[in-house]
């Protein structure tokens, strides 16, 4: 199956300092990226979906300059929070579609944030 | 509003006995229906997932799903559980050809 290839896994970080997690698609183009929020315990929160040379999109309820999603190449997109707060801790996972295949998605192993 | 529905916070199974995990869906035209699986810290794995066909789709590690159009449900099955399936397990639809809604996920404890 087609990888993604997300990092960091773990980081730790003071209030009010940015935080950018990279998302890589590695054998295949990705137009089109996607970035949820898991709680503990919980499901996946779509935050936004990331498109290749243009705006992300976001859903209703996700600070569209909290979130910076860039997504500069078919292979890379990434996610910026910014003046990070503990509230911000979270696990973050990115996901794609692979290139030939049929709706299902790849995921990133994902990013845990810890805010301090 | 379409939804999934996982009713279940968590199974529990002894190893060897066979499992199941419920998905119950609500979304208009024809779904596309899959199933992941995620480790602890971990993102998630695609397991199999129902297009069109057969109603009974097999996939990896030796689950299956059953596709039931009239109850609108998708339940994820194996025959005989391992301790190592113990792992959260989303039930996820895709919708307007594009957005794929999760469901809450769903715990399965296999004991020894």
């Known amino acids: 199956g087609a990888v993604v290839s997300q990092h960091p896994s773990w980081v730790i970080c003071k209030s009010g300092t940015s935080v950018k997690i990279e998302c890589r698609s590695l054998d295949f183009q990705a137009t089109t990226m996607f970035w949820y929020r898991q709680f503990p315990k919980q499901s996946l929160m779509l935050m936004a979906t990331s498109n290749e040379g243009s705006k992300a999109t976001y859903e209703q309820g996700v600070e569209k300059d909290k979130f910076l999603i860039n997504h500069a190449s078919l292979t890379l997109s990434t996610l910026t929070v910014t003046s990070a707060h503990p509230e911000d801790s979270s696990f973050y996972i990115c996901?794609?579609?692979?290139?030939?295949?049929?709706?299902?998605?790849?995921f990133g192993e994902g990013s845990r944030l810890t805010v301090l | 509003a379409q939804s999934v529905a996982q009713p279940e916070d968590q199974v529990n199974v002894a190893e060897g006995n066979p499992l199941t995990v419920k998905c119950t869906y609500s979304v208009s035209g024809n779904p596309y229906l899959f199933w992941y699986v995620q480790y602890p810290n971990r993102g998630l794995q695609f397991l199999l997932k129902y297009i069109t066909g057969d109603n009974l789709v097999k996939g990896s590690y030796g689950f299956e799903a059953e596709f039931n159009k009239s109850q609108t449900s998708f339940h994820l099955k194996k025959p005989s559980a391992l301790v190592s399936d113990s792992a959260l397990y989303f039930c996820?639809?895709?919708?307007?050809?594009?957005?794929?809604?999760f469901g809450a996920g769903t715990r399965l404890f296999v004991k020894a």
């Open positions: 996820a639809v895709e919708v307007g050809g594009f957005k794929t809604i």
């Open positions: 996901s794609a579609r692979g290139g030939a295949s049929t709706g299902e998605l790849f």
